[in-house]
């Protein structure tokens, strides 16, 4: 997979591990942090910036699966291989990768997220002593013309650099804390709340697997723990 492209037939993404083994993406902000701790440290994402006076302060961001999504995207866009903070990509892949289509609404959609990560803080404790980061530090858009072939001659919206921060470029390119997913497989589920499921239940399958205990969860339980409301009645 070359830099700045997309294979059309596996669109293979790097996503890190605790995606999976930690309940991190909900199905709605409800203006929480989710928390998860690694070998004694605790990584809270979502904090409001820390460098603003208490007056300034903004909501805290619950992380829900279209973060998750945009997050997993941004990486199909660069080699697995690769030591890349700073990632290139148009607007309309972008898209057409994460939601499975480009128009208005996606860009949109994709421009809000961005913007919203830019804007989103992780508080490490380690030891009692906490430090912040950002997930993303910087993001720079411009205009492109559209690529020859293409049935629009105008141009496109191109995101030039998608810039990592340290912290999380560092997390990410950890090879014992990465693995790789194949999008499209995310993308097939048509419902939010299917995306969510899919990205939370292997948490719940792992915890209770290295207890030596058989998984099994309530229905009330999946859809309190994935950030949905309201619970049905049953």
């Known amino acids: 997979m070359k830099t700045g492209t997309i294979e059309k037939e596996k669109q293979t993404t790097i996503a890190l591990k605790e ?3 930690y309940p991190i993406f909900k199905y709605k902000d409800c203006g929480v942090p989710s928390s998860y701790t690694v ?3 605790k990584y ?3 904090v409001t910036n820390p460098m603003l006076n208490s007056e300034e302060k903004e909501k805290c961001i619950t992380l829900t699966m279209d973060h998750g999504l945009v997050l997993l995207g941004i990486f199909c866009f660069t080699n697995p291989f690769e030591r890349l903070r700073e990632i290139p990509f148009s607007l309309t892949e972008f898209c057409n990768t994460v939601f499975g289509c480009s128009n208005t609404k996606t860009h949109k959609k ?3 997220i961005l913007n919203e990560l830019m804007h989103c803080w992780t508080e ?3 030891k009692g002593k906490k430090t912040y980061h950002r997930i993303l ?3 720079v858009i411009s205009k492109k013309k559209s690529k020859r072939g293409s049935k629009s001659s105008s141009e496109e919206i191109w995101f030039d650099k998608v810039v990592l921060s340290e912290m999380y470029y560092n997390l990410i390119y950890n090879i014992e804390r990465r693995m790789c997913l194949d ?3 995310v993308r097939q589920l048509t419902s939010t709340l299917a ?3 899919f990205m939370y239940l292997p948490s719940r399958a792992i915890k209770a697997s290295s207890e030596g205990q058989i998984f099994k969860i309530s229905l009330t339980t999946l859809l309190t723990q994935v950030g949905y409301s309201p619970i049905p009645q049953y």
């Open 19 to 21: 995606y999976f083994q």
């Open 39 to 41: 070998k004694d440290v």
């Open 44 to 46: 809270t994402i979502g």
């Open 110 to 112: 994709a421009k809000t």
């Open 124 to 126: 490490i404790e380690d």
């Open 137 to 139: 530090s910087d993001v």
């Open 183 to 185: 999008l499209s497989y």
């Open 195 to 197: 995306k969510t499921i």
